[in-house]
């Protein structure tokens, strides 16, 4: 019984030294202090992920928010945040871009992605949706302060 739990944990220990991090001296909870002050709300996803990869290292927002699919304000294409990732992670191009959600524009979607300063490895996706939401570059300046205070 003993052997086996030290082999479970031992496991467990291998696999999460293999998952990616953030950078030494962020820690996530300080991370997501940062963002529930600087761009916090119930329509907001921020995913920090490995450049080339993909993989995702952090989620500010739950899966549903991460996944929900919005205008990606070029053209009539419908996104999300999750799906966007990958392609920020290959080309690591900046970009911040906002259009209405809803008819009338009482609605509006903002995304803001691209590499991380100061750190060449990982890039970003940001998404906020809502009656407030701001533009994709605001969306892009809280989120570069809010790594900053985080420790970035």
């Not at 496991?11 to 030294?17: D, H, M, V």
Request: with cysteine; hydrophobic share 40%.
């Amino acid at each position: 019984m003993v052997r086996r739990a030290l082999s479970a944990i031992l496991c467990i220990a291998t696999l999460a030294g293999c998952a990616p991090g953030l950078p030494k001296g962020v820690s996530s909870e300080k991370l997501e202090a940062a963002l529930d002050d600087k761009v916090g709300d119930q329509n907001t996803c921020v995913l920090i992920g490995e450049a080339g990869s993909g993989k995702v290292v952090f989620r500010y927002g739950s899966h549903v928010v991460c996944g929900q699919a919005w205008p990606s304000c070029q053209g009539s294409d419908l996104t999300s945040a999750e799906a966007q990732l990958p392609a920020v992670a290959k080309s690591r191009a900046a970009s911040s871009l906002s259009c209405s959600t809803g008819a009338g524009g009482s609605r509006s979607v903002g995304w803001a992605s691209g590499p991380l300063e100061g750190h060449a490895d990982l890039v970003y996706v940001a998404v906020m949706e809502g009656t407030t939401a701001p533009p994709g570059m605001i969306i892009a300046e809280h989120i570069v302060s809010a790594l900053r205070t985080a420790g970035f």
